[in-house]
């Protein structure tokens, strides 16, 4: 059976579990502190990170680097399309949100508020919260402008940057950091992307001592 290591919130966790319910492979989610590098765990990635992912005999670690895998040994559907300017495209977005987004969003909001009670260290940083709820403004304003220009954000159809994007933006959602109402144009490439089966699973993670929203898995929000 395959196995991944995970932790339901991650981003780069969610953008794996997407890429694999999209191309309907089975896999058992197994739930890794992976702060507390376990030496069974610091042997599957001495990165210690996750997520890792155990399949065909392989233990693969770093999340694009599994996504790649995924889409050359499970072509179809294909996440990384069209001709090598187009699939240039695709990773700069993916790189955009994995680099950039998480460093001036994601973990200072999600890792602040969620990772460091988690890991037992200490109360949000009021600073870096609010330079994350800034910085996010910015980031839906640019995917808006990307969308007024294409059908999905790298093109004309979903790709592994829609899966990345998604991946940070529902992280963000269960704990209400997103402002859907300011762009229209995300909100409605959010909820069509929400509403596709490979989400369901994700839509169903519940986090103890984080309850999710209200609107969080209602595909009318």
């Known amino acids: 059976m395959n196995r991944l290591y995970h932790v339901p919130l991650s981003p780069f966790c969610r953008k794996v579990r997407l890429v694999l319910a999209e191309k309907k492979i089975e ?21 210690g990170k996750v997520p890792v992912l155990r399949m065909d005999g392989r233990t693969m670690a770093e999340s694009q680097a599994i996504c790649e895998y995924l889409d050359e040994t499970w072509p179809e559907p294909k996440l990384l399309p069209g001709s090598p300017a187009e699939r240039c495209e695709i990773r700069r977005l993916v790189c955009w ?47 808006g402008w990307l969308l007024d220009q294409r059908r999905w954000l790298a093109g004309d159809v979903m790709t592994l940057a829609d899966f990345a994007g998604a991946a ?13 109402n300011r762009n229209a144009a995300v909100k409605d490439w959010y909820a069509k992307i929400k509403s596709r089966p490979a989400f369901r699973n994700i839509l169903a993670d519940q986090v103890p001592g984080f309850p999710p929203p209200r609107h969080y898995a209602n595909l009318d929000f």
């Not at 940083?125 to 800034?134: I, N, T």
């Open 27 to 47: 896999v058992e989610l197994v739930e890794e502190r992976y702060w507390e590098r376990d030496a069974d765990f610091m042997r599957r990635n001495p990165a």
């Open 97 to 143: 949100f994995d680099d950039k987004f998480h460093a001036e969003v994601t973990s200072k909001l999600l890792y602040e508020r969620v990772n460091k009670k988690m890991m037992g260290q200490g109360y949000p940083d009021s600073r870096a919260v609010k330079a994350g709820a800034q910085a996010v403004k910015f980031h839906l304003d640019y995917m």
């Open 168 to 180: 940070h933006l529902s992280s963000l959602d269960y704990i209400s950091d997103v402002d859907w």
